[in-house]
């Protein structure tokens, strides 16, 4: 089953969905890009190398390195190894530590001394096997990498599933902020098994959702009531409604980036929702103490009362919202940080203009606005978002 993702729709626009079936394919199509594939199965991880054969970037790079961290590595990596050699490319690996402060210049260097040793050329292909922060560190070594070589994304969390491993964005970390240096480079391919996600934990599982329900009240009406008639099963993590809040995601976010691809215009701004206090909350309270869904939903939870004060939010989302997180295994945090504190870590956020903060603000659900807002009316809610923890 193939789902093109076209450009042309408006931020309110519903579509009629079919249901999924495994091997699920959705085309990204972005101007001036090559567009590849996003499949979606229980066993497509299995045929990652005869994939690669037909696809042609990558049929005949005479070396394929996979990047994967010390969580995954252990589960799929030889999975992922003996698909690659059964179509005859020569395989090599890096296993780098798990975890979010691996995503930093030191190891990216370390990736492209390991790079060089093996003496990888233009015309070989990195595989990043792993959730989001192997995805954007595999993905900004190799698109920096002899000025870049091929990727290709094989997401094994739901999270990167749904929204890392598509759009094209890389980075690692800086002391002073998430993802302040990257790249767009826009996978070869993507391959997201399925059967990796029976590995997550809890928290990772709910990390996901964070994501999917960012991107369902973004989307519109037939996607969020969809996601909110079926959070119990997503939750609970139903094989069928799983893979159709995937596709769904994938959907979306491929028709955005193909309006914005460089985040230039405006549009794909969308995909910030509920990240700028996100960040904050994770810098502040330590890269980890809380996944990154988990962050985001908290980002989400502010910025919709933000909007029911400057913006004319409606109430109704405000809790209709509320309500589909809670049911996502996403309860507001208890955790706050001083107002100040929060606001300085926000205006050093990479997409800060004129040192005025920005929030991608809900209108209604499908509907979105991207404000500046001044520092004394965001440290005003701050300070009524601490107390109310």
Not at 25 to 51: C, H, M, S, T
Not at 64 to 80: C, F, G, Q, T
Request: proline letters at 3%.
């Amino acid at each position: 089953q193939e789902r093109p993702a076209h450009c042309a729709r408006g931020p309110a626009r519903t579509r009629e969905r079919r249901r999924i079936v495994p091997a699920t394919k959705v085309i990204v199509n972005i101007p001036d890009e090559r567009p590849y594939d996003v499949r979606i199965g229980a066993d497509v991880l299995d045929g990652l190398g005869n994939y690669l054969r037909r696809i042609d970037a990558t049929a005949n790079a005479p070396r394929i390195l996979v990047i994967s961290d010390d969580n995954v590595a252990p589960l799929y990596l030889e999975e992922a190894k003996a698909s690659l050699r059964a179509a005859d490319y020569r395989v090599s690996e890096i296993v780098v530590p798990a975890g979010e402060k691996t995503k930093s210049v030191e190891v990216a260097s370390e990736i492209w001394e390991a790079m060089a040793g093996l003496k990888l050329g233009r015309d070989c292909a990195v595989v990043a096997l792993g959730g989001g922060v192997v995805g954007d560190l595999a993905g900004f070594t190799a698109s920096t990498f002899m000025r870049g070589i091929t990727v290709v994304q094989a997401p094994t969390s739901l999270l990167a599933m749904v929204d890392s491993s598509v759009g094209g964005k890389t980075g690692v970390n800086l002391s002073a902020g998430k993802n302040l240096v990257g790249t767009f480079t826009q996978p070869a391919y993507v391959c997201a098994s399925t059967k990796t996600l029976s590995t997550l934990s809890s928290r990772e599982w709910a990390c996901g959702c964070g994501e999917v329900a960012k991107t369902a009240l973004i989307d519109g009406d037939e996607f969020f009531f969809w996601l909110s008639d079926n959070a119990s099963a997503l939750a609970s993590r139903d094989h069928d409604v799983t893979a159709e809040a995937i596709a769904r995601s994938v959907v979306f976010k491929a028709d955005v980036v193909a309006q914005d691809k460089t985040e230039s215009r405006g549009v794909r701004e969308c995909l910030n929702y509920g990240h700028t206090l996100g960040h904050a909350v994770e810098s502040l309270a330590g890269y980890g103490t809380y996944s990154h869904g988990a962050a985001v939903a908290e980002g989400m939870r502010f910025a919709a009362r933000l909007g029911a004060a400057i913006a004319g939010t409606s109430i109704d989302v405000v809790r209709a919202q509320d309500n589909l997180l809670d049911e996502l295994g996403l309860p507001a945090l208890s955790w706050s940080a001083a107002p100040e504190d929060m606001l300085a870590v926000m205006k050093r956020d990479k997409k800060v203009r004129g040192g005025v903060v920005k929030f991608v603000l809900p209108i209604d659900i499908g509907q979105w606005e991207l404000r500046e807002v001044e520092d004394d009316v965001i440290l005003e809610h701050l300070a009524a978002w601490a107390r109310s923890k």
